[in-house]
């Protein structure tokens, strides 16, 4: 006849509630713990067990049947909730240890027994030790990135406390409930943004995208006040979440960076240019009406910004953008007609004859730096098989007679780019300069001869005339 030997072990649990397990009587301990934590969402690291006075102690070697009176298939054993151990781990020095800590804490605050994590978690956030406070927020934020309710009232509930990592901890836990457009959420996370901790202003700024609704107003205008941040990272991720709270070419945001690019602080007015290309769709002539304007900025590090932000507003070959450069061209102001001749090759297109014209002209300036920006502009629009070829090789001849050996160099080095193969004019050129003193401008012109097919005996008698020179 068969002998039922299965454990029969009456749970009662902190209500005074009852239940009845049966386990196989080689069960251990930890057997029982993982049987009660899928019942009852208890981790085991959380559950104490008693037999009388008597805790029975996780050992994964003593089964269950050593604890009953010889013959008695039947006990009873009290189970309460203990946080001890799993707050212990979260200082653990393994980061193994830890994250069971915190993966133990998350687990229980998702079952009935939730409120001990939380409540336990929300009364060491009120100690003035960071000893407590630093692994009860840690914990009760892993809760919330679960989706913890309790958790997130928890954390929501600090938005204003005195330790900055949990204002930050309070904001993304917001985030992690909120429904966007949830205005409640937008009035908590909005006066956060003038939070004197630099994480808790990012943590608002990357929360704010996800919380608002499409096109928000009052988040659009909070994330455009942060353009004028004194953190360069803060500035960056204003322009982030501007770009992200409403569709490219909205009227609301690109005010708000507008407004930005005359501010007094050139950073400032740098990111603002830099959340052009965020906000508008290529094309848009607010934002190339806006960049070329800043191409007249007084500091050269707005100057530069704009430059690298032009060809990612306009199109490539625009007439409006390219002729609007070249008037410019002719500023009183020498920085201003180097950087007009540096924008003209983000978006001239070879052949633009107008353009062309305007460069070579442009190539009597007074000013070496205009002429060597000119001249690497020439060799954006035209080559040797577009139209005003004849007319920038000219410009570029005249140039190899330069009084400034910089110059020569730089028109040697162009010339083979535009003047097609064995140009009389070229060539006669490059040959002179065979005779400069300049040693960088004999080289550059013997290479300009080699790819401009000029004469070989040319070359060599050049050569001869060097090494005799030398000797």
Known sequence: MYEDNRLHVMLQDEEGDL???????????????????????????????????RELLDNKYEELIVHCPHGVKTFSVHLSITLDEATQGLEHPVREQKLNALQAL?????????????????????????????????????????????????????????????????????????????????????????????????????????????????????AGFLLEDSVQYVRRAALKALSQLAEKGNDMVFAEVQSRLGHADPEVRATALKALPHILE????????????????????????????????????????????????????????????????????????ATVLTLSQRLQDGSVDVKLAVIHALTHAVSSQSEGHGMATAALCERCEDPDRHVRRAALEALPKIAPPEDKHATEAAETCLQDEDAEVFRLAHAALEKLGGSQTVLQEAVCNLEGTAS
């Not at 959420?185 to 995208?209: F, G, M, N, Q, T």
């Open 106 to 222: 998350a687990e229980l605050g998702f079952g009935a027994c939730g409120h001990h994590a939380v409540s336990s978690m929300g009364t060491r956030l009120d100690r003035q030790d960071d000893e407590s406070r630093q692994p009860a927020l840690r914990a009760l934020a892993h809760m919330a990135e679960r989706g913890q309710t309790r958790a997130v009232v928890e954390l929501t509930s600090r938005l204003e406390d005195w330790e900055h990592d949990l204002r930050r901890a309070a904001v993304e836990a917001l985030t992690q409930v909120a429904e966007p457009g949830n205005e409640q959420a937008i009035d908590l996370l909005l006066p956060r943004l003038k939070d004197v901790s630099i994480e808790v202003r990012l943590a608002v700024l990357e929360a704010l995208p996800r919380a608002a609704g499409y096109g928000d107003a009052r988040c659009i205008t909070g």
């Open 19 to 53: 239940l009845e397990l049966v386990m196989d009587p080689y069960s251990t301990v930890g057997d029982l713990k993982s049987r009660i934590a899928q019942i009852y969402q208890v981790p085991p690291m959380c559950q104490r067990l008693a037999m009388g006075t």
């Open 282 to 353: 290529q094309g848009d002539e607010r934002g190339v009406t806006a960049v070329i304007d800043r191409l007249e900025d007084p500091v050269f590090n707005v100057r530069r910004t704009a430059l690298e932000t032009l060809g990612l507003v306009a199109r490539h070959g625009d007439q409006s953008t390219i002729i609007s450069l070249c008037n410019r061209l002719g500023s009183n102001m020498e920085e201003i007609r180097i950087t007009m001749a540096q924008a003209l090759t983000q978006v001239v297109n070879y052949g633009d004859k």
